[in-house]
């Protein structure tokens, strides 16, 4: 079983639809987590850095964190057909440095 | 400033073949790390950097993969007696960070698609 676990779809949804991405994890010492978009051959983007339990907004996302679960997700309101990529959570231990990432969801938006 | 760029994009290999592959950090950065990313799965760790020491190695598969950095800038990842099982994006990224623990931001390149035939 991987430490990360993720959907990878594909996901395709309707121009404007709300957007639901998720992970869980199965390592306790996780406590650093983010969410990564990357393009078609291109690499990983930093979309959103969240630090234990709990949510963050940035514009049209939001991240949530719940450690009891060992289940993070990731928002996309009013989604755009730009949004169109795949979706990478990734994360860190405490005192660590290497990132774990999960699979990655391929979502794609529709007009 | 520029970002992480890394060399060449694009590496055909028959097998058998010796490759190296480039990384370019952000200016500055003292952390730099190499992933490895197989079709239609996520990066997995391969190995990392604090300046030129190589602090943590653990994610190369086997000994034909080595990694240097000896002047704390530029890195290399060399692949010995390369396989069809090698095929993948190798990504490199970079960081501030210099010290455990300090929460930082991975900055990756565009990567390096090896092919090997």
């Known amino acids: 079983q991987k430490e990360v676990e993720q959907d990878p779809g594909p996901l395709s949804v309707p121009e404007g639809a709300i957007v639901s991405l998720n992970c869980t994890y199965s390592?306790?010492?996780?406590?650093?987590f983010m969410w990564y978009r990357q393009y078609s051959r291109k690499g990983p983007e930093l979309l959103m850095y969240t630090y234990s339990s709990g949510n963050k907004e940035d514009g049209r996302f939001t991240a949530q964190v719940d450690k009891s679960s060992k289940y993070i997700s990731l928002f996309i309101r009013d989604s755009q057909p730009s949004d169109s990529a795949t979706y990478l959570c990734?994360?860190?231990?405490?005192?660590?440095?290497?990132?774990?990432f999960g699979t990655g969801t391929q979502l794609k938006v529709e007009l | 400033g520029a970002g992480v760029s890394q060399s060449p994009r694009y590496k055909v290999a028959k097998r058998g073949q010796d490759v190296a592959l480039r990384c370019d950090p952000i200016s500055g950065h003292v952390s730099l790390f190499w992933y490895q990313q197989a079709l239609g799965q996520g990066p997995e760790f391969l190995t990392y950097f604090q300046n030129e020491a190589q602090l943590d190695k653990s994610g190369l598969p086997s000994d034909r993969f080595f990694a240097e950095r000896p002047e704390g800038s530029v890195s290399t990842l060399k692949i010995q007696r390369t396989q069809q099982e090698d095929s993948a994006v190798y990504l490199c990224?970079?960081?501030?960070?210099?010290?455990?623990?300090?929460?930082?931001?991975?900055?990756f390149g565009p990567g390096t698609r090896l092919t090997v035939l």
């Open positions: 390592n306790s010492a996780f406590q650093y």
């Open positions: 990734a994360m860190r231990a405490g005192g660590g440095n290497k990132l774990t």
């Open positions: 990224a970079s960081s501030l960070a210099g010290t455990k623990g300090v929460t930082d931001t991975q900055y």
